[in-house]
């Protein structure tokens, strides 16, 4: 059974920074390609970043482009989101997926 675990969201002010982390079981990462969500109230889910299984390429969303990097730590099984330079409107709750499994979120809340 696939089960994802996102951790690392919190309160952060303008300009913080936070890693969120998606730790994998049932699935090895290696295999799958991963890819970052987030849905902010009263909006609809947009996509954040992926990260490939072949050959570990990354994108991302324009609007995190810079200042987002997803990474994945084969030892762990799990997948990384570095945040940088956080705004306001990151605030979201983030989710990492594999097809149609998402795991329970994590909120990320940028406010002075």
């Known amino acids: 059974q696939v089960q994802l675990v996102e951790s690392g969201g919190g309160l952060v002010q303008p300009g913080g920074s936070l890693r969120l982390s998606c730790a994998a079981s049932g699935i090895d990462l290696k295999y799958y390609a991963i890819a970052w969500f987030r849905q902010a109230p009263g909006k609809g889910p947009e996509g954040v970043s992926s990260i490939s299984s072949s050959d570990g390429s990354t994108a991302y969303a324009d609007s995190v482009k810079g200042r987002f990097t997803i990474s994945r730590d084969k030892a762990t099984n799990t997948v990384y989101l570095e945040m940088h330079s956080l705004k306001p409107e990151d605030t979201a709750v983030y989710y990492c997926?594999?097809?149609?499994?998402w795991g329970q979120g994590t909120q990320v809340t940028v406010a002075s």
């Open positions: 997926t594999y097809r149609q499994y």
